[in-house]
């Protein structure tokens, strides 16, 4: 079955301080996004790699295709005004056939054996949600009060949100609505349930100085394992 990466990065770097949109910024010597498109290059050699970027980062394309030591076949498409809308552009170029990974462009810690998880999952039932526990403590605010949830019924949701295109290109032709904040809910206001699995906690998504910290000591750990 035909495999689709659509990386979606349409950061701008203010939480990190930076006139450079975060994805571009180096991570252990190269721009984040160069790690993230090399963990689904490097997980599957038949995988078609989709770089989604705003109008008006799309110069900034070369700057990752060049970190890369041998040329590396990938479509740039432009994003649009939503998460949703670029993502909805980045399944156009995507065959019917086929098994869409959509995932943050900074979050570059996806790991081989979470990749293989999510494909092998969505093949047998359609959908693929990496997540994982909560490990802190949480209280949800009514009003001025707040009151403690039970966190075992709590998950964090990761990317690469996995799914048999089947199933998520009809739920992207759907109208856009302002509760869509992932594929997930996308696909569940088509009518369609969605399936968790096991996620990573080093697979972390880049949105601070101290994220960038974190990523660059876990990526070191990695080439020295």
Known sequence: MKKYAVIVAGGKGVRM???VPKQFLPLNGHPILYHTIKAFADAYADMQLVLVLPQDQL???QMVLQS???????TIVAGGETRYHSVQNGLKVVDADSIVFVHDGVRPLATTELIHRCYEQAV????AI???PVADSMRILEDEDSRPIDREQMR???TPQTFKAEVILPAFAQEYQAAFTDEATVVEAYGDNVYLVQGERSNIKV???EDMIVAEALLKARENA
Do not use: C
């Open 59 to 61: 110069s900034y394309a």
């Open 130 to 132: 990496p997540a994982i």
């Open 17 to 19: 301080g930076s006139a």
């Open 156 to 158: 964090i949701i990761q």
């Open 124 to 127: 047998d039932k359609g959908s």
């Open 68 to 74: 890369f030591p041998e040329r590396i076949d990938i």
């Open 207 to 209: 949105t601070t100085p």
